[in-house]
């Protein structure tokens, strides 16, 4: 769990970067989870927002007019949150880990984590947000994924990405792989898996978003590639290097990658405390 909390805040380390190379979430995914959690007028529903990082997905709810408590563990990335939801005077921020942070009786109508669920402890993951849920509050967890189109780039990426152990392709597979709905397994880690046989969740459902597909130039590619963990912990000349491949790869398939934008996303509602428990 230690190397995992390092990981994690490696981020912030290129807090600037993350947040101009990193994609933002879908109107569809507001709308859904909103739905979901039925709040047809946000400014009904509080929400707290576990691992907020620059605000990606505080600023689409935000937005929104939704009151957001946003916790995150990394100073550096609260500093770039605070600058974009500045003009947005109902979004609160809290530095701190997930693991730490106390909801002082606080309870929330919906808790969301973009991109940030698989970085928190497993032990008392669940635990902590069933506790920061008021009785029929929402869980949301959703994750961007970009599924290269063209199977060939893809295999030479995957070759390069193998050879350097950056782990990159986890979150950047082949395209024709995301075409079905989203499986549950352990192997895979998607959340509906961990969820399933606890009996305080209820109402469970996964769901993919297809957003479209973009091109995008080498650099602008390279510069997000450059922001995953995998890459971050890399030591300068090894990662210089991996850089260095993927862009000779690009370069040689025309200088840009056809990229299809998905949204996963799972949701789940706390049920009451029984009587007697």
Known sequence: MAQAHERALVFGTTAEAYDAARPTY???????????????TPGSLRAVEIGAGTGKATAVFGGRGLPVL???PDQRMAEVLRRKV?????????VSRFEQWQPGG??????YAAQAWHWLDRETRRDRIFDALAP???????????????????????????????????????????AGEIESTAENGWAAWEFGGDERFTDQRSVRLRNGVTRRGAESWLAAAATYSGVQIMEPERRAALLAELRSCLDSHGG??????????????????????
């Open 86 to 94: 500045a003009a947005l005077p109902h979004v609160e921020i809290e």
């Open 256 to 277: 840009f990658l056809d990229l299809e934008w998905f949204t996963d996303l799972f949701v789940a509602r706390r049920v009451p405390v029984k009587a007697g428990a």
């Open 70 to 72: 946003a916790v995150e």
């Open 106 to 111: 606080r309870r929330f109508d919906l808790a």
């Open 26 to 40: 879908p109107d569809a995914l507001v709308d859904t989870v909103l739905t979901y959690a039925g709040g047809a």
């Open 136 to 178: 029929g509050g929402t869980v949301a967890l959703f994750w961007n994924f970009l599924g290269v189109v063209d199977p060939l780039v893809h295999r030479d990426l995957t070759a390069i990405d193998a050879a350097h152990g950056s782990d990159l392709l986890r979150v950047t597979g082949l395209a024709s792989d995301f």
